[in-house]
Structures are given as C-alpha cells and as structure tokens.
C-alpha cells in the first residue's frame, strides 16, 4: 500500500508539472502508457479483451475518463495536495449512489463519519484562500462520476476479470483524450514525452500495488494506509511547487481523511 501510495504520488506530481497540457491530452497519455501492460497481460494470458458485460464496461469507462479528466482540469487551479484530498470524498457519493441503484443500507452513524468529511471539505474551503471555486467544483464532479465508478465496479462484480475492466477504461480514455487533444494539442519537447508516457506507468503500478495489498488477507489493517497519498502529495507538493497550506486547511484535511477511515473500520466490522 505503501508502494501504491508513492507512485500515486508520484503521478500526481507530474500530472500538476504537466498542467499546461490540456487535460484531454494528459487522459490520452494516461491511457496510452497504461495499455501498453493491460494489453500485454491479456494477451498473455489469452484473456478476451471484449469481456462479458459490454454495457457495464462502457459506463465504467466513460464515468472513469469523465472523472479523471476533470480531476486533471482542477489541478490547474488547486495545490495539488488539496486536489487529491477532495477527490478522495468519492466514497461518499458511492455510498449515496448505492443506496438508490443497489439497495445497500447505510448506518446513522456512517451519515456522522460523511458530515465530519464535508465538514473537512468546508474547512478547506473556508480557509484556504488558494482554493479556487472552478476548480473545486471541478474536483468534487470529479469525486462524484469517480463514486460512479465505484457503484459500477460493484455492479460488474466478479463476472469480468479486474484487468479487462482497466484495459476498457484505459481504451475509451484513449479515444476520449484523443478526441478532446484534436482542439488543445500541444506538441511535447525533448524528455515531455517520457514524463508524459510516464503518467500511464505509475497509475499502472500504483494500481497494482494497491490491488495486491487487498488480496494481502489483512485489508482491515492497510486500507487506511490507502489516504496517506494525501499526505505524501501535500509533502511534495510545498517543496516542488512552493503550495502553501492554512493550518484550518490542514485541519479539514485531517477530517475528511478521518471521516473516511472511520467510514472504512466501521463497514468492515
């Protein structure tokens, strides 16, 4: 998780580095680096790229692009340790999600822990004069269409391998980014290419680390290592792009992470 953490982190940094890109030719390169290992891992193991329910692995697609090329769209006007933090709200609009298209029932307690994170959200809000107002409507659709994703996932469940599911995502992102770069291309120079082919590289082992550390058996123990992405990228973030953060926008920080942690140990009780 650990491991995960660091190159998200990583990634991150380099999606706000890059952020004179537009945020469809940051999706397209996302994708395009990403397919390289979905593809070879399919084919390898003689795996249907097409999968069993089409419909569903299109949705979760084009939610998954949506979300992502918002959440890039907002690091242009967000420090990038705030943008992480917010997009990390997304489990609270599965949640609301899931009560209306899977029934699932949720606890007046777990309402408390979700009022604690948008009382955190407030706060950052409130305090942080370098939070712009575009930019956080930009991240909190983002979290929200990210919430999509997570309420489709559920839907797929185990009738589709994990890897098709990714490899539909990063193809419709492939499509979509390269769509949307045809009205804001802007030709990278010299090592741009590598950082921007990097992107897909660490969002790949980013996404298998973490993928690996909840087959781990001990999911109860590591998933709240999951935030410290937050506080890795918030770290990084003062040093390489000089972001400065209010201590009250610490503060809403810390109670958006607590409110989703609280939200995790209590589910998984």
């Known amino acids: 998780?650990?491991?995960?953490?660091?190159?998200?982190?990583?990634?991150?940094?380099?999606?706000?580095?890059?952020?004179?890109?537009?945020?469809?030719?940051?999706?397209?390169?996302?994708?395009?680096?990403?397919?390289?290992?979905?593809?070879?891992?399919?084919?390898?193991?003689?795996?249907?790229?097409?999968?069993?329910?089409?419909?569903?692995?299109?949705?979760?697609?084009?939610?998954?692009v949506t979300s992502m090329c918002l959440f890039f769209m907002s690091v242009n006007y967000l420090p990038i340790g705030s943008a992480v933090s917010l997009r990390y709200i997304s489990p609270i609009f599965a949640t609301i999600l899931a009560v209306f298209f899977l029934r699932e029932k949720v606890k007046p307690i777990q309402w408390l822990f979700f009022l604690m994170a948008f009382g955190g959200v407030l706060m950052i809000k409130g305090f942080d004069p370098n939070i712009n107002s575009y930019g956080l409507l930009l991240i909190l659709f983002s979290a929200l269409f990210s919430g999509v994703v997570y309420v489709l996932i559920n839907k797929i469940g185990q009738k589709d391998h994990p890897v098709v599911i990714v490899n539909y995502f990063m193809w419709i992102s492939v499509i979509v980014g390269g769509i949307l770069s045809i009205f804001n291309w802007k030709t990278p120079i010299g090592i741009e290419w590598v950082i921007l082919l990097s992107l897909g590289i660490f969002g790949y082992f980013g996404q298998l680390f973490m993928t690996k550390a909840f087959q781990s058996q001990a999911t109860n123990k590591i998933v709240s290592l999951k935030y410290i992405e937050v506080i890795f990228t918030m770290i990084?973030?003062?040093?390489?792009?000089?972001?400065?953060?209010?201590?009250m926008s610490l503060i809403g920080t810390l109670l958006v992470i607590t409110g989703l942690i609280l939200n995790i140990i209590y589910r998984s009780k």
């Open 1 to 64: 998780m650990l491991l995960s953490a660091v190159c998200f982190t990583v990634m991150n940094l380099l999606v706000k580095y890059l952020s004179h890109f537009g945020g469809g030719e940051l999706v397209f390169f996302r994708a395009i680096g990403s397919l390289f290992f979905t593809m070879s891992y399919l084919r390898y193991h003689k795996i249907s790229i097409f999968g069993n329910q089409k419909k569903l692995l299109i949705y979760r697609g084009l939610a998954g």
């Open 236 to 247: 990084a973030g003062v040093f390489w792009f000089s972001d400065v953060y209010p201590i």
